[in-house]
């Protein structure tokens, strides 16, 4: 059984760095064609592709964000790991990490999401 | 990086069919077959219903489909009920190995 979680602070002030962890079971990031990627949806809008880690550890990014943004892999402990930097209150969202399956090119697996709100 | 363009909102009777449009450009949705749609619950995480333009992961329902003309990409969902009223968003695959989503679409079932 696949399942995502995202962890992390629920508050951060404006101009912090926000850390988020997503912890994951049921599949291998060690497996080819396996990617996890993070996508964000600030409160009654749309979804945002924010980045994405395959297998071999390539990254990709969202062009618009690319340079506050960094994900990262621990295989051993199946994780995720995404840092967004100099957060601002319009970064307000639910965060979401998602399971990517290239045979099909699809997010498959979604985590129940983490309501970050940016505040002083 | 610019968001595909989805109407805002589409309604339709129990029983009827709708389509949601999703647009992009020749970019993204014109140039791959890789549009997929998601639905989703308030509160809730989106769910895969349709993958690469058409089709449709196991255990969905074979009310909804999928086609693509050119940079527009469509979400037909016929005999429609009552739980299919939900937000849903499309997605492709865009340059350089990014994503992107629509602005979603509310479905409402009157």
């Known amino acids: 059984q696949v399942t995502l979680r995202e962890s992390g602070p629920a508050l951060v002030k404006p101009t912090q760095t926000l850390t988020l962890t997503c912890s994951f079971s049921g599949f291998s990031l060690n497996t080819g064609g396996i990617f996890v990627s993070w996508i964000r949806q600030p409160p009654g809008k749309a979804l945002e592709w924010l980045a994405l880690?395959?297998?071999?550890?390539?990254?990709y990014y969202n062009t618009s964000l690319k340079t506050r943004l960094t994900i990262s892999k621990d295989t051993s402990k199946n994780q995720v790991v995404l840092t967004m930097t100099n957060m601002a209150p319009v970064d307000t969202a639910t965060f979401y990490c998602?399971?990517?399956?290239?045979?099909?090119?699809?997010?498959?697996?979604w985590g129940q999401g983490i309501l970050v709100t940016v505040s002083s | 990086q610019s968001a595909l363009t989805q109407p805002a909102s589409v309604s339709g009777s129990p029983g009827q069919s709708i389509t949601i449009s999703c647009t992009g450009t020749s970019s993204d949705v014109g140039r791959y077959n890789v549009v997929s749609w998601y639905r989703q619950y308030p509160g809730k995480a989106p769910k895969l219903i349709i993958y690469e333009v058409y089709k449709r992961p196991s255990g969905v329902s074979n009310r909804f489909s999928g086609s693509k003309s050119a940079n527009t990409a469509s979400l037909t969902i016929s005999g429609l009920q009552a739980e299919d009223e939900a937000d849903y968003y499309c997605?492709?695959?865009?340059?350089?190995?990014?994503?992107?989503f629509g602005g979603g679409t509310k479905l409402t079932v009157l």
């Open positions: 997605c492709s695959y865009a340059p350089t190995s990014t994503w992107v």
């Open positions: 880690i395959d297998w071999d550890d390539k990254k």
């Open positions: 998602a399971r990517f399956d290239d045979n099909g090119d699809f997010f498959d697996y």
